[in-house]
């Protein structure tokens, strides 16, 4: 397992300890032996507790990040217009000979968010205007927008005033 036998023998020793595993010792070969207590183990995380403390204040945040498409030839959005949202980004590199692109999918969510966008030559917008055009309500999708517009501005496809 790439541990010491020490640091294995103390984590069974807190499984043991937990209930999550028995400990069973045969006295003639001195050889102890671990299993499942129980034949099924469930973990149950919360992330409730996460995702409000991430969500709170996304809206009033939102209210204060302006946001515009930032004219570049570089960066095209490839769009979906049946479903109203921009599926991918490519970016462009124009070398001597050749020019190469890479390619970035986009959440649904996201793609919603920038085929709202405000274009460069319009006056910019609140995020949280933006996201409300595109239908996204969930606070924790408006702070994960944030985050996104955030990457947005530093790979050249928005403009940002605060």
């Known amino acids: 397992m790439g541990i010491h036998v020490a640091t294995a ?10 209930g999550l595993l028995e400990k069973r010792s045969r006295a003639e070969d001195d050889v102890t032996e671990y299993r499942l207590a129980k034949p099924r183990v469930e973990i149950i995380l919360d992330f409730d507790a996460d995702a409000k403390a991430a969500s709170r204040d996304a809206w009033r945040q939102a209210e204060r990040v302006l946001v515009k498409e930032h004219p570049n030839r570089k960066v095209l959005l490839e769009s979906d217009d049946e479903a109203r949202r921009v599926r991918r980004i490519l970016f462009l590199k124009v070398l001597r000979r050749r020019t190469e692109a890479r390619t970035m999918e986009l959440a649904e969510a996201e793609g919603t968010f920038l085929w709202h966008l405000p274009f460069g030559s319009q006056a910019a917008r609140s995020v949280a205007d933006v996201c409300r055009r595109g239908g996204i309500e969930n606070p924790l999708q408006v702070s994960r927008i944030l985050a996104f517009v955030a990457e947005m501005e530093r790979l050249g496809v928005v403009d940002v005033a605060r």
Request: net charge neutral.
């Open 9 to 18: 023998m103390r984590k069974l020793a807190e499984l043991e300890a937990l």
